[in-house]
C-alpha cells in the first residue's frame, strides 16, 4: 500500500497554474497579457492604474487532480501597477465544497523589467503572502518566484521558478508558450484565439509503507521532483476599450507519480472578466 501526499499541489495550483489571469499574465509579457495596449490611450511608462478581474472555472483541478471532488470556483482579484514594472495584487479564491468555502486570502508585490535592447525578454519576481482559512501546519504561506517570458511577435514563451516556504517547504518549475491567432482587429474591437501549452514541475514528498517480514511494514518518506501535470488551453479572448473577456477551454494531462494510479484526461471551461482604468 502506498500514500501520497500532496503537500504542494495546492498552493502550485494557486500561484502558477491556476486559470486566473493575474499574475500569470504579468508574468508572461508585462502589460500586454492583461488586454490589448493597442487600443488604450495611455502611457504606460508613466501612469499609475488598476485593474480588476473576475474569472470563473467549471471544475477545479490541483495540478490536473480533482480528488474526487466535483466542485467549481472562482477568483475575484484587483491589482494596482505603476507604468510597467512595479505591481501590487490583493486576489481571494471561493470553491464550492471546501469548508469553508473562502479558503485564501493572496497580497503579491512584484517588480518586471526588459533585459534587453529590443524588449522581447523580460525579467519579473514576485513575493507573495497567503492568509489561509485552513491552518494545517504543511501549508506554505509565502512564495518567492522568478520568471523570464520572451515575446516576439504574436509568439510568447515562459519559464518560472518558484520557492514555497513557512510550512512543508517545497519548489516547483512551471514552463509554457502560445501563439497569438487574430480573428478581428479594429480601433474599437480585438477578438484573438490563443493555443497555449503550460508544464508543471514540483518537488514532492512521498511516502510509501514498505513490507520487512511478513509482519510488519516500515514507512520509507523520500522527496521527488518530477512532472506533475501537462496542460493545453484555448482561450478565446475578447477586448473593446477597457474591458477585456476570455472564454477557455481547458484539457489536463496529469502525470502519474510512483505512488498514484488512475489519473485521467480532464478537460473544463472557463471564464474570465477584466477593466481596466488609468488613475
Request: some cysteine.
Amino acid at each position: 500500500m502506498k500514500k501520497f501526499f500532496f503537500l504542494g499541489f495546492f498552493l502550485v495550483h494557486c500561484y502558477c497554474f491556476s486559470q486566473t489571469d493575474e499574475e500569470d499574465a504579468i508574468l508572461d509579457s508585462l502589460m500586454d497579457e492583461l488586454f490589448s495596449t493597442d487600443s488604450l490611450m495611455v502611457d504606460f511608462s508613466k501612469a499609475n492604474f488598476l485593474y480588476t478581474s473576475f474569472s470563473f472555472d467549471e471544475s477545479v483541478f490541483f495540478a490536473g487532480r480533482d480528488f474526487d471532488v466535483n466542485q467549481f470556483g472562482f477568483t475575484p482579484s484587483i491589482s494596482y501597477m505603476r507604468g510597467q514594472n512595479f505591481f501590487l495584487s490583493l486576489s481571494s479564491a471561493y470553491f464550492s465544497e471546501l469548508n469553508p468555502k473562502w479558503d485564501f486570502v493572496s497580497i503579491s508585490s512584484g517588480y518586471s523589467l526588459f533585459i534587453d535592447r529590443k524588449q522581447q525578454l523580460s525579467l519579473t519576481g514576485i513575493y507573495s503572502r497567503v492568509f489561509f482559512s485552513d491552518t494545517a501546519a504543511e501549508l506554505n504561506p509565502n512564495r518567492i518566484s522568478t520568471a523570464f517570458a520572451f515575446h516576439k511577435n504574436r509568439l510568447r514563451l515562459r519559464g518560472t521558478f518558484g520557492y514555497l516556504f513557512g510550512g512543508s517547504t517545497s519548489f516547483y518549475i512551471s514552463t509554457g508558450g502560445s501563439y497569438e491567432i487574430s480573428i478581428l482587429d479594429n480601433d474599437k474591437l480585438e477578438i484573438s484565439l490563443k493555443p497555449q501549452l503550460s508544464l508543471l514541475m514540483s518537488q514532492q514528498t512521498v511516502s510509501e509503507q514498505i513490507a520487512s517480514g511478513f509482519f510488519n511494514t516500515q514507512t520509507v518518506e523520500r522527496d521527488v521532483f518530477d512532472l506533475i501535470n501537462t496542460q493545453w488551453s484555448f482561450p478565446l479572448g475578447l477586448d473593446t476599450g477597457n474591458w477585456d473577456f476570455q472564454l477557455s477551454y481547458n484539457i489536463n494531462f496529469p502525470k502519474a507519480l510512483t505512488s498514484e494510479s488512475d489519473l485521467s484526461t480532464s478537460g473544463y471551461v472557463s471564464f474570465s472578466a477584466g477593466y481596466f482604468f488609468a488613475l
